[in-house]
């Protein structure tokens, strides 16, 4: 079995981490390839070592650029890379720009497509995630869900290729690496205490791009009255820079510091009092740590954490301000809905029966 996974994006290493390793063990023909979509060291190379990931067999190098350049760069190199293959599956994760360009190129190629986080919903048609995951679902001949509410999206869509069950590859790498968890360098000189910080991350357009609404969540932050570590993603420090040259001395409580590697990550979420995001991949992982989460959006895909009461949402000062402050947070283990931390093998062996046989 020869299979071609496309990544390109920084949550989709970690996504793919437990399926090369599942992959791996059953001796299957793997090709990795990265689009380059992100590619300082910060956003890529780290976790290539940190979640012991083979170096991309290929790097397509495709960069930044509008949707339309950046895309349709992929989709010419993936292109050629998979002709000169012809795997039996190419593997797509997730909801970036990649996964499009990887699920389209293998499509019109004829060539099998499993689609890996499929049938999450945000129904929110101004996000360019929500076109990708809709787009490469509609592509792909093996859905590999990980929640029963993405199972009953599909379904809902009329989706006829083949739908799994599966669980959260995101589930799987937590288990396997928050042993490995690492206190970051700053952490010290911060003066972080477990649970006496917040730890926030921005990366959305609709976050980022507007300044009004930008600026306005800065000063949320500034406003919650406790230490905010801020793992600062680079579209969000270009618009910061942009538009509030002087965000870093506006807000003596934040802490923008680079975006941090895995293993960093982990070790700031299980000891942060509460986090504060936009990401899809960081409102599980608060979700997986049991601290309480509010979601800087209007809507999300992830809603079985909301309905479980340890994600909130929350938009402007005001409802920002009331969910930091609020004391009414669940305690003790939310219930298991991401799966047994087995997805990836339960992925592999979904692989092992291939589409076009
Ligand atoms: C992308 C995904 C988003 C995902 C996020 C994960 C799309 C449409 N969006 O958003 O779904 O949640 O990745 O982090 O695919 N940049 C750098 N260095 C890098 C990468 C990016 O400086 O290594 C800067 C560039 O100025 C670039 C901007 O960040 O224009 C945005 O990068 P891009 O990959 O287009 O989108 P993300 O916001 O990262
Ligand atoms: N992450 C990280 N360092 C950071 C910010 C995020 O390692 O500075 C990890 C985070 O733990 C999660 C993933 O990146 O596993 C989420 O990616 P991101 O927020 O970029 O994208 P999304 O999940 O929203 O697509």
């Known amino acids: 079995m020869e299979i071609v996974h496309i990544v390109g994006a920084r949550p989709q290493f970690i996504k793919a ?6 992959l791996q063990r059953r001796g ?23 979640l012991d990931l083979p170096e991309p067999d290929l790097n397509l190098e495709v960069g930044s650029g509008t949707h339309g350049v950046q895309t349709a760069r992929m989709l010419e190199r993936i292109e050629a890379a998979l002709l ?8 797509v994760y997730g909801d970036t720009n990649s996964t499009l360009a990887g699920a389209l190129a293998a499509c019109k190629l004829g060539l099998g497509v499993a689609h890996i986080e499929s049938g999450l919903r945000s129904y929110n048609r101004s996000m360019p995630e ?18 029963q509410t993405a199972v009953d999206n599909l379904r809902r869509e009329g989706v006829r290729a083949r739908i799994e069950l599966v669980g959260d590859t995101m589930y799987d790498a937590i288990l396997s690496f928050l042993p490995r968890a690492r206190k970051p360098a700053f952490a010290d000189k911060l003066k972080l205490k477990p649970q006496a910080y917040l730890l926030a991350t921005i990366h959305r357009p609709y976050n980022t791009d507007n300044p009004e609404a930008l600026i306005a969540l800065v000063d949320a932050l500034s406003a ?15 618009r910061l820079t942009e538009f509030a040259p002087d965000f870093a001395s506006r807000a003596s409580t934040i802490y923008f510091v680079p975006p941090v590697g895995y293993l960093e990550m982990l070790w700031l979420e299980r000891n942060a009092r ?25 809507e999300t895909e992830w809603v079985e954490t909301v309905q479980a009461g340890w994600n909130r949402l929350a938009r402007g000062k005001d409802e920002i301000l009331q969910a930091v402050a609020g004391d009414s947070w669940p305690t003790g283990s939310p219930p298991p809905l991401f799966g047994d931390g087995r997805a990836a093998d339960r992925i592999a062996e979904a692989l092992s029966k291939v589409p076009k046989a």
């Open 28 to 50: 299957a023909g793997q090709l990795l390839v990265h689009t380059g979509q992100h590619y300082d060291r910060e956003m890529s190379e780290v976790f290539f070592k940190e």
């Open 130 to 147: 929500e076109h990708n995951r809709v787009l490469a679902d509609h592509c792909a001949d093996l859905l590999l869900c990980p929640t």
């Open 274 to 298: 509460l986090i504060l995001t936009d990401s899809g991949g960081v409102q599980k992982e608060a979700y997986f740590l049991a601290r309480p989460c509010v979601t800087l959006r209007p």
């Open 224 to 238: 919650a009255g406790e230490p905010v570590v801020f793992p600062t993603h680079p579209r969000t420090r270009a």
């Open 84 to 91: 000169k293959r012809r795997p039996d599956w190419v593997v």
């Open 17 to 22: 981490a437990p399926v090369v390793r599942a």
